[in-house]
């Protein structure tokens, strides 16, 4: 497949069954007039292949049918240009050790790279806090090439096996710079988990063409009966998992993050891979394997809702948007949701089986939508949100963490949602590469109770594992009608009491024993 050798041979192949010709060119480094010029030679299957020497650094670009310049998609790194993106001639990396494996359950922290720490390496200043906090898996938002004039979060991959230059100190080290940051992470006995977009690319901007659509009858992507792209994503255009090109790309990146030592794959949008019959998913699932890393699936797209049995790949994690959704409306303090969270906090029997526990990733938020403090100060019925006030906000917020923490299930949350972190309310800042996104780091100290009160329950939570849940009510008997706010569980030696009424209850507990209060909210 493409890419740079140490030798800085890069060797190409790309799929155009219908090109009548496709030809590379190249411009050396502070090199000046006109780029050098390569043919390729037509293969089996529709494929072009060719080999070309370059030094490192160069910028390279395939052109077919004398059409736009394209970018490779086999490329190891990629620059955004006044031209548009242009792939890059670099060595492949060495292949760094994962982290040591865990013995304890992941409890999983979500954060973007330059939010949390501005660069990759800056992220190394704030590992410490994480660890503090008790998380166990750092999972970046998108690390691929995109352009980052319109996006900041990163949904909108360009290439799929090269490092975004935009958090890099040097951008030319962009690889050797997150491999530092996961290695600073292994050092501090975290995981690194990163977030991969396979299910669209970034293929044009404007007029202007970039990639895969470029090339004359590649089948990468799906279409309608009619010719037009069906758009499952969103995001114009949708990945064919059927196609076998599209398959080894998919890998290749795979390959290349694993080899930067990265310990786990979320996989955004994860139901679009699986429109070819699951054929893609069961490919990834053995790599996975063979591997050693974690998979997680978002099992829902714009046109398929997989979430539990619908996703029959029972090693992946699945997130679980009906936890969100559950915990949210009790503690917003709706009616009829003591049902729902009795399921949820018992690992989704319900959708998972039995095994929930092991196949379930709860969150009650992610980088879409808002921050768990801006849940207590919009009131939105969509989002299950609800301005409490200041006098309860820091309650409300406690409350969420206990109930996602005392869950069985892997948990996690949002950087800075354990000190408060703010949007200002914005629910949806994906364009927004400003103080809205950035963590404000002054918070920590300002909410240090609930920062405390986080380290403290998932203490709790690796002190008392949750197992063989026995429910209850203030009494013997949960009510799981509508206008019921309470309900109780009893997991090994843990008894967790939960009124969102708002009027006080009087709990009796039910277990024999001797009981003392470990945490109240």
Request: aromatic share 10%.
């Amino acid at each position: 497949m493409g890419g740079a050798s140490s030798s800085h041979t890069v060797h190409l192949r790309v799929h155009a069954p219908s090109a009548g010709d496709v030809v590379v060119e190249w411009q050396e480094p502070a090199q000046g007039g006109s780029p050098s010029t390569l043919p390729l030679q037509a293969a089996a299957g529709g494929f072009w292949t060719g080999s070309f020497i370059a030094s490192e650094g160069a910028h390279y670009w395939l052109r077919a049918d004398g059409g736009p310049a394209l970018v490779d998609p086999s490329c190891r790194d990629l620059a955004m240009t006044p031209d548009g993106p242009r792939s890059v001639v670099r060595a492949a990396w060495p292949v760094h050790p994962q982290g040591a494996p865990h013995t304890e359950g992941a409890v999983v922290y979500e954060l973007h790279v330059k939010g949390f720490g501005g660069s990759y390496l800056g992220c190394i200043d704030h590992l410490d806090h994480v660890v503090a906090s008790g998380a166990t898996v750092v999972e970046l938002m998108p690390v691929h090439p995109f352009d980052d004039t319109d996006n900041y979060w990163g949904y909108m991959p360009i290439v799929w096996g090269a490092v975004h230059r935009g958090y890099a100190t040097e951008p030319n080290r962009a690889a050797e710079e997150l491999a530092a940051l996961v290695a600073a992470a292994h050092e501090r006995g975290l995981h690194v988990w990163i977030d991969v977009v396979f299910n669209h690319v970034h293929d044009r901007r404007e007029h202007l063409v970039w990639g895969l659509c470029g090339l004359p009858g590649a089948t990468t992507y799906r279409h309608h009966a009619d010719g037009r792209l069906t758009n499952d994503s969103g995001c114009g255009n949708d990945l064919n998992p059927a196609d076998p090109w599209m398959r080894d790309l998919v890998i290749e990146g795979l390959d290349r993050y694993a080899d930067l030592g990265v310990d786990g794959f979320r996989f955004d949008l994860a139901s679009l891979l699986t429109r070819d019959g699951g054929g893609l998913v069961s490919r990834i699932t053995e790599w996975g394997a063979g591997r050693g890393v974690s998979l997680v699936a978002e099992a829902w797209d714009l046109g398929a809702y997989q979430l539990g049995h619908g996703w029959p790949w029972p090693t992946w994690l699945q997130w679980n948007d009906r936890f969100r959704d559950s915990v949210r409306g009790l503690v917003r303090g709706e009616n009829g949701w003591v049902r729902a969270v009795r399921l949820r906090v018992q690992g989704s029997p319900d959708l998972f089986g039995p095994d929930g526990a092991e196949r379930s990733l709860n969150f009650v938020t992610a980088h879409d939508g808002l921050t768990l403090h801006d849940l207590t100060v919009v009131t939105s019925d969509h989002h299950h949100a609800w301005d409490c006030g200041p006098e309860l906000r820091l309650q409300q917020l406690k409350n969420y963490f206990a109930i996602l923490l005392l869950a069985a299930g892997t948990p996690m949350w949002v950087m800075g949602d354990e000190f408060g972190r703010t949007q200002g309310g914005h629910d949806n800042p994906y364009n927004l590469d400003s103080e809205v996104s950035w963590v404000d780091w002054s918070r920590a100290d300002e909410w240090g109770e609930l920062n405390e009160f986080v380290r403290t329950v998932v203490a709790l939570r690796r002190a008392h594992p949750l197992v063989r849940f026995r429910f209850f009510g203030v009494g013997p008997t949960i009510d799981e009608g509508y206008l019921s706010h309470s309900l109780a569980w009893c997991s090994g030696d843990l008894y967790v009491m939960v009124n969102m009424w708002w009027e006080p209850l009087t709990f009796e507990v039910q277990e024999p024993g001797s009981w003392e209060v470990a945490v109240s909210t």
